[in-house]
Structures are given as C-alpha cells and as structure tokens.
C-alpha cells in the first residue's frame, strides 16, 4: 500500500511512504505497522511561507522519482493543523484535488500529532507526559498534550488548543493537574518562548514533517482516520472584510 502525505501547517513538507498491503484493514494494528513503513522519499521548505508554491511540484518530483503514477496511491494523508489560514488552505486543497483527480481517498491528521510522533522515543520513561507546540504568530503557540504509551507508543490527553505560552496550563487544563512543572515541550514553539516551555533536548526547533504525520496516521489506524479534511483554525483569520464606502456628497 503506497502513501502520500503532505503538511502545510508550518513548513512545506511532503513524503510518499510504502506500507504491507493489508494497512488499511479493519483488523490492523496500527502501532504495529509503523516499524514496517518504509519512507521512498520526503520533501521540507526551510521557510513557513512558501507553501502554495512548494507543495504540489514537492508532491509530483516524489511520484515521479519513485516512478509511481497517482492512480497507484492507496491513500492520501494531510496535515489539518491547526495552522494559519493560508498554509493549511494550500496542503490540504491540494491533497483534496489529488485525490479527486486519481480516485484516491483523502484522510486528515492532527498535525501536532505529528511532532509527537517524531520525538516520543526521546522522553525517558514510559509514560510520561510531554507537550507538543508550535509557533501560532501574535506571541502565540499552537498546543496539545500526550503522554507516552507502551503499547500504542502515544496518546493526545488534550487539545489542540491556542494561545499564549505561559497560559499553557489554562490552555491544557486537567491534563496538566496535579503537575508542579510544565513536562517537556517538543516543536517551534519551545524555541520562540523557552522561559516559559522548557524544551525536549534537541526538539526546540522542530516543525511537523509529513512522513512522521503519515506515521501518527498509522499508528492511530488507517480504517478509523476521518474521511473529514477541515482545517484547524481554531482562532479568526487576521484579515478584515473593508467596510462599505461612504457615498460622497457635494
């Protein structure tokens, strides 16, 4: 079973990954198929604000490379944020018209949870909590919280959620109690506010990345993914509607 994913909610990122055909199965065991995804190859921009332009080209050079036609796709996995309002518009009105075009179904992932999947292993003990958080402009972080699983590797106790860094707790609330130190953060957000998110070694500058996106997908278990792609505002857009003009008077 062949993969593409793709996530806007930060960077511009995109993977295509091969998974035992029976991934999609009703009876699969996610957590047990993500050692056996095999990445054929992956894409990230450097920079947050290039995604209409980086993301379909990045999507159809990783088809091309790999010498697989779209039609081939079993499955399409897009980051659905939460994000700002034109970074997720362009992944996942991409994916969406991908899958229209060569029949392929489309799935959404929480693209947090893509961070956890990429740095759960770090954290020292089985479970322990550990926050996931990304830049969300106007001084603020996009958040969630996990705690990490023996057997399903991971689990989101709370959010996503937005707001300032060090309202993190109001943000989070009962999955946070009882806690006298804020647990370990992982993503951007750690990085652009470390007095308030004291960052995962190593994890402070780390944006969501479609293969570990596709991952979290697989470990949650591809047969129960939402059909549904609507992105994750979670907050108004910043643009304005102009007021209407006044009539002139002589």
Known sequence: MLILSCDTSSIASGALLRLPDDAGAPE???P???GRAEVL????TEDTRSHAEATAPGLRRLLEQAGVPGTALGLILVGIGPGPFTGLRAGI?????LGWAWGVPVRGVMSLDALAEAAHRDLPVHGAPFLAAADARRREVYAAAYRTDPARGWAREAGPAVGKAEGIRDLLGPALTGQDRLPPVVGRGAG???EQLPA???WEQAH???ADLARAGVRR???SLDAGTSPLYLRESDAVVPAARKKATR
Request: proline share 11%.
């Open 208 to 210: 969501p990345q479609a």
């Open 28 to 30: 699969a065991a996610g």
């Open 93 to 97: 009105m991409t994916a969406r018209a």
């Open 221 to 223: 278990g591809l047969n």
């Open 192 to 194: 652009l506010y470390p």
């Open 200 to 202: 995962l070694p190593g």
């Open 32 to 34: 047990d198929l993500v």
């Open 41 to 44: 190859g992956s894409f990230a």
